[in-house]
């Protein structure tokens, strides 16, 4: 099971970039919030709302 911290680690390389892994950003409650944030951001509900159209309109062509 997953440690439950509000932020996931930071690694640091030795060029001076640093980097998350993924699965600790998907398995922290942080990283699950803003997961959740971005899938209801304006966007996302547009892309779903085209794509439910796109299926109404194929259904009827059937």
């Known amino acids: ?3 439950k ?8 390389t030795n060029d001076g970039t640093s980097y998350v892994r993924a699965a ?3 398995n922290s409650e942080a990283g699950q919030a803003q997961i959740k944030k971005a ?5 996302f509900k547009r892309l779903n709302e ?3 159209k796109r299926q109404e309109e194929s259904s009827l062509d059937e």
């Open 1 to 3: 099971m997953a440690a």
């Open 5 to 12: 911290y509000k932020k996931p680690p930071v690694f640091h």
């Open 24 to 26: 600790d950003i998907f």
């Open 39 to 43: 899938l209801n951001s304006k966007l």
């Open 50 to 52: 085209k794509k439910q």
